[in-house]
């Protein structure tokens, strides 16, 4: 049971090249969100998905596109890359109970740094 | 707009210590809040879990505590060791809407042997 999984762990690129993370998670959950955390900011909600087929935007969406095609995978794309989208990217995911989301299960982390 | 608050943002103490980290929060309409461990270059590990009903919750040396009405929670680590060196995160979970996680910038600590 690995949990969730991020590919790559650290990635570089320049300004306006295009980049997809991916996330899995072999718990089942249903939901699953991608997160940015950076310095003195807390961790930040980006795009979260309820469900296969299923997107929604969080708190910073511009600039991602993500996409869920099936339960196990969440992914992140950026189209053009900016300097400012240089970050630490965390997938989590959670089951869902009687409507509630209960713990969030988190990924080790993509690590992108954008020149 | 909630708001989540940790002070300090860095704290170092010497080993077997025991020590206290605050969390703060701007909106008490809160569902749960949820202490996080987070070691560097890792991902975020679920600590503790506080409902909103609840005023504690304990894990071993770690005793979270939640007052919703005046929007703290305090995070109590016994007998401090070095392997307790980590980020401290809290994060409320909001009652309506989405339910989204709003997380705090964090506690550093550092343990020294």
């Known amino acids: 049971n690995a949990g969730v999984t991020q590919t790559p762990k650290f990635r570089v690129l320049k300004t306006g090249q295009s980049m997809t993370l991916l996330c899995a998670q072999d718990m089942n959950h249903e939901y699953m969100y991608w997160y940015r955390q950076d310095p003195g900011m807390g961790l930040r909600l980006i795009h979260y998905?309820?469900?296969?087929?299923?997107?929604a935007k969080g708190e910073v969406p511009d600039g991602y596109n993500v996409s869920r095609l099936k339960k196990q995978n969440f992914l992140l794309g950026l189209e053009s890359a900016a300097p400012s989208q240089t970050s630490v990217y965390f997938c989590?995911?959670?089951?869902?109970?009687?409507?509630?989301?209960?713990?969030?299960?988190f990924g080790p982390g993509t690590r992108l740094l954008v020149l | 707009k909630q708001e989540v608050t940790q002070i300090p943002a860095a704290l170092r103490v010497p080993e077997g210590e025991n020590l206290v980290l605050n969390c703060s929060f701007t909106d008490s309409a809160i569902y749960n809040l949820q202490w996080f461990r987070q070691d560097p270059g890792k991902g975020l590990t679920s600590l503790l879990l506080?409902?909103?009903?609840?005023r504690e919750q304990t894990s071993g040396r770690l005793n979270a505590s939640l007052d919703k009405s005046s929007g703290r929670s305090t995070l109590y680590i016994a007998a401090s060791q070095p392997g307790d060196s980590a980020t401290y995160l809290c994060?409320?979970?909001?009652?309506?809407?989405?339910?989204?996680?709003?997380f705090g910038t964090g506690t550093r600590l550092l343990v020294s042997p």
């Open positions: 998905s309820v469900g296969e087929g299923t997107t």
């Open positions: 989590a995911s959670s089951y869902v109970q009687n409507a509630i989301q209960e713990t969030q299960y």
């Open positions: 994060a409320v979970r909001a009652d309506t809407g989405f339910q989204k996680l709003v």
């Open positions: 506080i409902q909103s009903s609840q």
